[in-house]
């Protein structure tokens, strides 16, 4: 992990020239499964050593500033590569995972690249994030790939122009053992430094008004 790990940081924080508007929300579906148990690694041990499945997912979690959160909520569930399908307790809850943001907003996940199931056979990930604090907020979304938008669902891609992950292929070495792909997907959240706060708001732990020149 901290290989990988370094790898992101090397490149810096986003800066707000890269950063780009607003993630938008999108639905949350009917396969979220809340307190699943997994965390880091998301797919079983032989998949992710399988170099035509195994990915690294990773990204920035960033207020309306394009700062990073440090210690926001990143919850990812996805249907697997090659069941293509969720899983459900009581079966172990794989291709589901929960981390908290490190340094500049950064999460990353080891796992697999998701599959497509006949009801919806769009290639996806699921994201729940949540900014830390009593007064965070929680956004709702999807990561999708410009190369695998099906008939059909050209339009429904255009609206979501905000959702769509880079990905890189990575031959072998670190905690890809055989390879496979960084799929790297940043989420920008409409939150200030200090959570869900605009100008005008007092920030329970500071005794002046919160200041916000974005807007």
């Known amino acids: 992990m901290i290989f990988l790990l370094s790898l992101v940081l090397s490149a810096g924080p986003v800066t707000p020239q890269q950063c780009g508007p607003i993630t938008s929300k999108d639905f949350e579906g009917p396969f979220f499964v809340p307190e699943a148990d997994l965390e880091y690694e998301t797919a079983p041990a032989n998949e992710i050593a399988d170099s035509t499945q195994a990915v690294v997912l990773t990204g920035q979690v960033l207020d309306r500033n394009c700062q990073g959160i440090e210690g926001a909520t990143v919850e990812i569930w996805y249907a697997g590569f090659k069941t293509r399908d969720y899983t459900f307790r009581p079966e172990k809850l794989w291709y589901r995972g929960k981390a908290l ?3 500049n907003g950064v999460f990353q996940f080891l796992g697999t690249f998701p599959g497509t199931y006949d009801e919806r056979p769009i290639t996806h990930y699921h994201f729940k994030v949540n900014s830390p604090g009593q007064n965070g907020k929680s956004l709702t979304t999807q990561a999708y790939f410009r190369d695998r938008i099906p008939a059909g669902y050209e339009n429904y891609a255009r609206t979501r122009g905000t959702q769509f992950a880079e990905v890189k292929e990575v031959g072998r070495g670190g905690v890809l053992v ?11 959240m409409d939150v200030g430094q200090f959570g869900i706060f605009r100008v005008g ?15």
């Open 101 to 103: 943001t490190k340094q």
């Open 178 to 188: 055989n390879g496979g792909r960084v799929v790297t997907f940043n989420i920008k």
């Open 201 to 215: 708001d007092r920030h329970p732990d500071c005794s002046s008004l919160v200041s916000d020149n974005s807007r």
